[in-house]
């Protein structure tokens, strides 16, 4: 019987993996490759637990390759480097989000859009330039090629700083590509969980008039008087909507539910743009009207290269921006996962790998 490559290698690694569609986790033993020229290899200290996380465990999205390690908002401390690299040493603080290898070679690839790389090899569940399949921070160790780490500023707390690797991201880009990040501008953020909450913070710190648009009447006082947000409309709450109509430059859409797009059109000025983030899924339907009516744009946009990631970390230690979590123990993850099917977590679960992965071995 064949080896796997996975099983070659030297570096002994230990973690969680869900063996089969139920998405249930368990303790697993694997192995990592040795520290290459380029690579760093750092011991994981938390791991954020996201939304695709739970979608992949239990092949939500069809792809899904078992024994799976999830996990890519990882963060630690560095203990190794290559001879080649040049960035870290050890003892630095890092972390590694959602991507750890693209061609290099194509037009999204010296644009510094790696994420868009047809060749992208995502932290977890994609096979990698060795022939294993990666696995990610929900583990002991991690190793990855310098390209695709990032430094952690000094004044971030490790554990609420491991959100930003996705979530922190995924809501900066398009805030940027799309010019919604000037000081005076008017932004809405549809749904406030792990994704809506960051991008309230980054709003704020761009200096922008933030609204959040939910669903639920009873998040309105933690919006305000906790994220800072300067307005609040229930998105069922037709005459809510109706005095906000045409008063947004921008919304950055959170949610991955099935949701109506016309009442958040409504809600923009002419040349407004509604940026989706979210994955609902099943297809939402898109009215031609309003479109035309303002010459308003839909668009999307997925996560960041990793020239903007290190940007965006940056500028977060700069405004001392943070994901709001629960840190969980490792053996509570399938609770978590639970939980988060139930969208009950404020605003993200973060599992202390360094303290509570060795006592489950």
Same mark, same amino acid.
């Given at each position: 019987?064949?080896?796997?490559?996975?099983?070659?290698?030297?570096?002994?690694?230990?973690?969680?993996?869900?063996?089969?569609?139920?998405?249930?986790? $368990?303790?697993?033993?694997?192995?990592?490759?040795?520290?290459?020229?380029?690579?760093?290899? /750092?011991?994981?200290?938390?791991?954020?637990?996201?939304? $695709?996380?739970?979608?992949?465990?239990?092949?939500?999205?069809?792809?899904?390759?078992?024994?799976?390690?999830?996990?890519?908002?990882?963060?630690?401390?560095?203990?190794?480097?290559?001879?080649?690299?040049?960035?870290?040493?050890?003892?630095?603080?890092?972390?590694?989000?959602?991507?750890?290898?693209?061609?290099?070679?194509?037009?999204?690839?010296? $644009?510094?859009?790696?994420?868009?790389?047809?060749?992208?090899? /995502?932290?977890?569940?994609?096979?990698?330039?060795?022939? $294993?399949?990666?696995?990610?921070?929900?583990?002991?160790?991690?190793?990855?090629?310098?390209?695709?780490?990032?430094?952690?500023?000094?004044?971030?707390?490790?554990?609420?700083? &491991?959100?930003?690797?996705?979530?922190?991201?995924?809501?900066?880009?398009?805030?940027?590509?799309?010019?919604?990040?000037?000081?005076?501008?008017?932004?809405?953020?549809?749904?406030?969980?792990?994704?809506?909450?960051?991008?309230?913070? /980054?709003?704020?710190?761009?200096?922008?008039?933030?609204?959040?648009?939910?669903?639920?009447? &009873?998040?309105?006082?933690?919006?305000?008087?906790?994220?800072?947000?300067?307005?609040?409309?229930?998105?069922?709450?037709?005459?809510?909507? =109706?005095?906000?109509?045409?008063?947004?430059?921008?919304?950055?859409?959170?949610?991955?539910?099935?949701?109506?797009?016309?009442?958040?059109?409504?809600?923009?000025?002419?040349?407004?743009?509604?940026?989706?983030?979210?994955?609902?899924? =099943?297809?939402?339907?898109?009215?031609? /009207?309003?479109?035309?009516?303002?010459?308003?744009?839909?668009?999307?946009?997925?996560?960041?290269?990793?020239?903007?990631?290190?940007?965006?970390?940056?500028?977060?230690?700069?405004?001392?921006?943070?994901?709001?979590?629960?840190?969980?123990?490792?053996?509570?993850?399938?609770?978590?996962?639970?939980?988060?099917? =139930?969208?009950?977590?404020?605003?993200?679960?973060?599992?202390?790998? &360094?303290?509570?992965?060795?006592?489950?071995?």
């Amino acid at each position: 019987m064949s080896t796997s490559p996975e099983e070659q290698f030297p570096q002994k690694a230990f973690g969680w993996a869900a063996n089969d569609t139920s998405g249930q986790l $368990s303790p697993f033993k694997f192995s990592r490759r040795a520290t290459g020229e380029e690579d760093v290899t /750092f011991k994981v200290l938390y791991c954020g637990i996201c939304h $695709s996380d739970l979608h992949s465990i239990k092949n939500e999205w069809g792809n899904a390759v078992y024994p799976m390690v999830p996990g890519h908002e990882i963060v630690g401390i560095v203990t190794e480097v290559g001879n080649k690299v040049t960035k870290y040493k050890v003892g630095d603080k890092v972390g590694v989000g959602c991507m750890v290898g693209a061609c290099h070679s194509c037009d999204n690839c010296k $644009s510094d859009l790696e994420n868009y790389c047809p060749r992208v090899i /995502f932290t977890y569940g994609f096979k990698d330039v060795d022939g $294993s399949v990666t696995k990610g921070g929900y583990s002991d160790v991690m190793v990855a090629n310098e390209r695709y780490v990032v430094r952690i500023p000094e004044n971030l707390p490790l554990d609420a700083a &491991a959100p930003l690797l996705c979530a922190g991201i995924t809501v900066y880009s398009p805030m940027k590509y799309y010019g919604l990040c000037e000081p005076g501008m008017h932004i809405g953020v549809v749904g406030l969980g792990g994704l809506g909450h960051v991008a309230v913070k /980054f709003g704020k710190a761009f200096g922008m008039k933030v609204t959040v648009i939910s669903t639920s009447p &009873a998040k309105e006082k933690e919006a305000i008087e906790h994220l800072g947000a300067d307005s609040f409309l229930v998105s069922r709450n037709p005459e809510q909507m =109706k005095a906000a109509m045409g008063s947004m430059d921008g919304i950055i859409d959170t949610v991955s539910a099935n949701h109506p797009l016309l009442p958040l059109l409504g809600l923009l000025k002419t040349q407004g743009k509604l940026c989706m983030v979210g994955l609902p899924e =099943k297809p939402l339907e898109l009215p031609a /009207f309003p479109l035309l009516g303002g010459r308003k744009m839909v668009a999307g946009s997925m996560i960041g290269g990793m020239k903007e990631t290190q940007e965006m970390i940056d500028f977060a230690g700069k405004h001392n921006i943070t994901a709001d979590i629960e840190v969980v123990p490792m053996d509570y993850v399938n609770t978590a996962m639970e939980r988060l099917a =139930k969208a009950d977590v404020r605003y993200r679960f973060v599992l202390d790998i &360094a303290n509570t992965l060795p006592k489950t071995a």
